[in-house]
C-alpha cells in the first residue's frame, strides 16, 4: 500500500499560484496609483491651461482697449498731440542737441 505522506507537487503548484496571485495584486495596485497620479496631473494641466486662456483673454481685451485709445486719439483732430507722438519728440530732441555740440567740439580740440 501506497500512502503518500507530503504531495509535494501540490504543495509546488499551490505556492506558485499563491505567489502569482499576491504580484497580480501589487501589479493592480500599483497600475491604480499610476492612473491617480496622471489623472491628477491631467487636472492640474486642465486647470493650467484655463488659467492661459483667462490670461490671453485678458492680454486681448487690454489691447484692444489701448487700440481704441489710441485710435481715438489719432481721430480726435491734428491739433492734439497723441502720447505715442510725445516719446518720439523726447528721443529726437536730445540727439540734435548731440548732433548740434559736435562742431563745437571739433573746433575747441582744432585750436
Request: no cysteine; hydrophobic share 35%.
Amino acid at each position: 500500500m501506497n500512502v503518500p505522506l507530503r504531495n509535494r507537487i501540490a504543495k509546488a503548484d499551490q505556492y506558485r499560484t499563491e505567489l502569482e496571485y499576491r504580484q497580480s495584486q501589487v501589479y493592480l495596485e500599483e497600475l491604480k496609483k499610476r492612473i491617480r497620479i496622471e489623472v491628477r496631473n491631467a487636472a492640474f494641466a486642465l486647470e493650467q491651461g484655463a488659467s492661459r486662456v483667462d490670461a490671453a483673454r485678458t492680454a486681448r481685451d487690454l489691447a484692444q482697449k489701448t487700440l481704441d485709445i489710441t485710435s481715438g486719439n489719432r481721430s480726435s483732430g491734428p491739433d492734439r498731440i497723441s502720447r505715442r507722438s510725445q516719446p518720439t519728440m523726447i528721443w529726437l530732441w536730445p540727439s540734435r542737441l548731440l548732433y548740434r555740440r559736435r562742431p563745437t567740439m571739433k573746433r575747441r580740440v582744432s585750436k
